[in-house]
């Protein structure tokens, strides 16, 4: 450790970003994919073709037309209206003790009035889960992801400090000075470049999952009654007791026309406690695209009346924690914004990745073998492997039972293979060898599309079809830029 | 004696930093006026500033002992504060 405040900084951040670097990466990487998450699943399931949208009343009134046949003997309904990117209603049931299953999903497309027919994938939703669970038992993925997400903010303002000639620094890159400089300036400008962005994303991160993190405050103020607590902040409501006598359900649809016209905003998820019982209450939320602020409208009518039993519309610590956690998932964002979203997640996660590389070519010409072969391993392996993952949703048989699981273990048999590889060979030969890999494993995915679905680039783009077009399309991209990587590398 | 000081240092920033970053949370939610669960949840956002603030002068600080002490200060307090809230 050396003296000085600036020193004991840069000292800091450089073990720390080592550390914590490889895991990092992975969480930037597919929770940058993740805002994809939607046109992910759309490509890994070509068969399926979703019926032109119809209005969010008549979806709700099919969808609790299906429930009224998969849910009649549920103590809770959750329906997840369509928005412009996810096409399918999701429907989850749970049920009292002594009934089976207790918890059951489907996917309805209300359009076309019948649950989705497709291959079994988990879809975008895959990476969307490792980004915060890395695929752990229990919360031990949650908590790996939230400590590595505070290491991050301290690494960020650690670089900042180190780096204090932060507006210079943004216009100095030295390609041709080459080595450590040249390192050195593509970090600096990756990580000034969008720095805003990476603050904010990283601490919105730690408020998604918040209550996991620092419960000690709720324990204390409410006497360990977390329900008691999400109740008051309008998280979450106990579900009524049953009142044991049928009723019929009140049609959804009209309620949803009454919560639009008070917020004027679309409403998106409905949840119905003890369907069908004299006591049912349905909640109906805005919709995650509707605003800024994640789910903070809610209106609680009466399940048999269709009366008015509760409005919140938030309160500010209430509506500061909502716009936080919208702000990190941005199911707010239009196509552009969406886009820059992107953009920032890849700044970010190359700005980690130059990191790790700096740290060993400024310990040159000293050899770090461990270092060197997990950069590989970690980087240029978890990048193959989430190609090896989109091949084999294509290439595994549609009707393959555990097909979806047998895709998850494709990406964990070859980030495991590249990493054996990474570890083995010399260290740049390593890097040429799996960057050019992953540059032809993504480049042929188009290729891949046509010769499996036939909803090939040609078709896509004169159809206006811009989930597969645009999927198709950034996996061009990514090839061709990692082939540019590949051949800059063999040029060594 | 260098590699132990590190090492202080390290579990000051990541368990020390949390048990500050805890106190925050814990008198916030019993202390701040207004709404308990706002005031909670005033305390978590604040408790994540916090813990990244503790991380950096975990390291900053002119010494290992020095790190421990400007953390472990604040988070009594801060717990003497949350106990009181709890009683009043």
New interface residues.
């Given amino acids: 450790m050396k003296t000085g405040f600036r020193q004991s900084m840069a000292w800091a951040h450089g073990w720390a970003g080592l550390v914590t670097g490889w895991l990092l990466f992975a969480i930037f990487l597919t929770g940058t994919l993740s805002f994809y998450r939607h046109d992910i699943t759309a490509w890994m399931r070509p068969e399926w073709r979703p019926a032109p949208a119809i209005d969010r009343a008549t979806a709700a009134d099919r969808a609790e037309a299906r429930m009224q046949v998969i849910g009649t003997d549920a103590n809770r309904w959750l329906i997840d209206l369509p928005d412009g990117r996810d096409r399918a209603a999701h429907l989850a049931v749970w049920r009292d003790a002594g009934h089976a299953p207790r918890f059951q999903r489907e996917e309805f497309d209300p359009a076309a009035d019948a649950p989705v027919v497709a291959r079994r994938t988990y879809g975008g939703d895959f990476l969307y889960y490792f980004h915060f669970d890395l695929q752990m038992p229990s919360v031990w993925g949650r908590l790996l992801v939230g400590l590595a997400a505070v290491i991050m903010l301290a690494l960020i303002v650690s670089g900042v400090i180190v780096h204090i000639r932060i507006f210079k620094d943004f216009f100095t890159f030295r390609p041709q000075k080459g080595g450590q400089r040249a390192w050195l300036d593509a970090h600096n400008a990756l990580g000034v470049l969008a720095l805003p962005y990476h603050l904010m994303i990283t601490y919105t991160g730690l408020v998604t999952l918040m209550f996991l993190y620092l419960p000690w405050g709720v324990d204390l103020a409410y006497r360990g009654d977390r329900a008691a607590f999400h109740a008051e902040a309008a998280l979450a409501q106990p579900a009524p007791r049953p009142a044991g006598r049928p009723a019929p359900l009140v049609p959804l649809g009209p309620l949803i026309i009454r919560a639009e016209a008070r917020w004027g905003v679309p409403a998106g998820r409905i949840d119905v406690y003890r369907p069908n019982d004299a006591a049912a209450i349905v909640r109906i939320h805005a919709a995650d695209s509707s605003g800024l602020a994640h789910r903070r409208h809610q209106i609680a009518f009466d399940g048999t009346t269709g009366a008015i039993v509760a409005i919140e519309d938030g309160r500010p610590a209430g509506i500061l924690r909502a716009a936080m956690y919208g702000l990190h998932l941005g199911r707010f964002a239009g196509p552009g914004l969406r886009l820059l979203y992107f953009i920032g997640g890849i700044a970010g996660t190359a700005m980690i990745a130059t990191g790790l590389v700096l740290w060993l070519v400024k310990r040159r010409p000293r050899r770090q073998r461990v270092v060197e072969g997990l950069n590989v391993g970690a980087m240029a392996g978890l990048v193959i492997a989430i190609a090896a993952f989109f091949w084999a949703n294509r290439l595994l048989p549609a009707g393959l039972a555990d097909r979806a699981d047998i895709e998850a273990a494709v990406f964990f048999a070859s980030w495991a293979l590249a990493a054996v590889h990474g570890a083995c060979r010399p260290h740049l030969r390593a890097w040429v060898e799996q960057l050019g890999l992953a540059a032809v494993l993504y480049a042929a995915l188009p290729l891949v599309n046509a010769a499996t679905s036939g909803r090939h680039l040609g078709y896509s783009l004169v159809q206006g079809d811009w989930p597969m077009a645009g999927f198709d399309l950034a996996a061009l991209a990514t090839g061709l830029i990692l082939a540019a990587l590949a051949r800059q590398l063999g040029r060594r | 004696m ?1 590699a132990l ?2 090492a202080s ?1 390290v579990l000051a ?2 368990a020390g ?1 949390y048990a500050l ?2 106190a925050i ?6 202390a701040l006026p207004g ?11 604040l ?3 916090a ?2 603030g503790a ?2 002068w975990a ?2 600080a002119r010494s290992a002992w020095r790190a421990w002490i400007g953390l472990m200060l604040p988070t009594g307090l801060l717990g003497l504060v ?1 106990w009181i ?2 009683i009043a």
């Fill in positions: 260098k000081a590190i240092r920033a990541v930093g970053a805890a949370a814990a008198s916030a939610a019993t709404q308990k669960a706002e005031a909670a949840l005033i305390g978590i956002m408790g994540f500033v813990y990244t991380m950096i390291f900053a949350a809230g709890t």
